[in-house]
């Protein structure tokens, strides 16, 4: 499906960077077959000296000779970096954005420049663990896209984990769970690790013993289909210690203090989408496009 399609990114950060690594691990696409620009010339002559991709400072350029497009730069510069494309044509193209609050009638539209021609654009939330081949990603489809631009999508970030089917409206809750979720883990295995040191392991134990009781939990949860309050119910004996830790937590809040901080990353992705809809209404068509 992707051996004889050209795949370029616009942006080369660490998403990009995940997925160039493994769709190449994975032989989805030769190096030959990828290109990528950056307003870093550093990290260009990185990704070229590491996975032997072609490079260039032009995004159109990119655009112009790809038929996949991977949008992998700031919300904050989106429009601008789209505007650099009019007069291209995107009938045979499929644009795929990992931005996070960028709607996509927002890119729709300015990629149209004020005409209703076809734009295939498909919106997705990935996360971090994409550098280990681990991630979650989430998948939504614009208004003109095909079912084989979906296929292509989900093929694209297979290299790279698990993908999910959601409607656009969900990917602000996608992106409060599984989008910022990776930095929750981290926090927790970060206090974990603090908590077996104070009650006297080394940092070096105390690291091995987290990092392993969260995969093989995770693990567990996965591979049994339980529901996580069973597999919880069977680790707590009556007068344990699972019960007395567990009830520290409850009393400390912690499945609320989750939920909100869920709910809060949710309502940023929210607000960022407002903000990119109201640059959308406020930037003029003169405006001089600049690089990602």
């Known amino acids: 499906m992707l051996t004889s399609k050209k795949l370029g990114f616009i942006g080369g950060g ?5 997925m160039i690594k493994g769709l190449l691990s994975a032989s989805f696409l030769d190096s030959k077959s990828i290109l990528a620009s950056d307003t870093n010339p550093g990290r260009l002559e990185w990704l070229h000296s590491q996975y032997k991709i072609k490079t260039t400072a032009s995004n ?5 000779k790809c038929d996949i497009i991977v949008l992998a730069v700031k919300p904050q510069v989106m429009k601008k970096m789209l505007e650099e ?23 729709e539209k300015t990629l149209r420049g004020g005409d209703n ?8 939330m990935p996360n971090t663990p994409a550098l280990v081949q681990a ?39 996608v992106t409060g769970l599984s989008g910022s979720g990776p930095a929750y883990i981290f926090m927790i295995i970060e206090a974990l690790s603090d908590a077996g040191v104070k009650m006297g392991l080394s940092r070096a134990v105390s690291n ?23 597999l919880k119910d069977m680790v707590t004996s009556p007068g344990g210690t699972t019960i007395a830790a567990l009830h520290t937590l409850e009393a400390g809040g912690l499945r609320t ?8 990353a949710t309502l940023r992705s929210i607000a960022l989408g407002k903000i990119s809809r109201k640059n959308e209404d406020e930037i003029k068509p003169e405006t001089e496009p600049e690089g990602n």
């Open 60 to 64: 159109r350029e990119v655009v112009e």
């Open 14 to 18: 660490n998403m990009a960077e995940a």
């Open 117 to 124: 021609r076809p734009v295939h654009v498909v919106r997705t």
């Open 135 to 173: 991630a979650v990603t989430a998948i939504a489809p614009g208004s003109d896209v095909s079912k084989n631009d979906i296929r292509i999508a989900h093929r694209l970030f297979e290299a790279v984990g698990k993908t999910v089917d959601v409607e656009e409206i969900h990917l602000d809750a």
């Open 208 to 230: 091995a013993l987290t990092l392993q009781t969260v995969l093989g939990a995770a693990k567990l949860a996965q591979e049994s289909g339980k529901h996580p309050g069973e």
């Open 85 to 107: 494309f009019g007069g291209l044509d995107f009938s045979a193209k499929l644009f795929v954005s990992v931005a996070a609050g960028t709607p996509i009638d927002a890119i």
């Open 257 to 264: 203090t989750l939920m909100d901080a869920v709910e809060e």
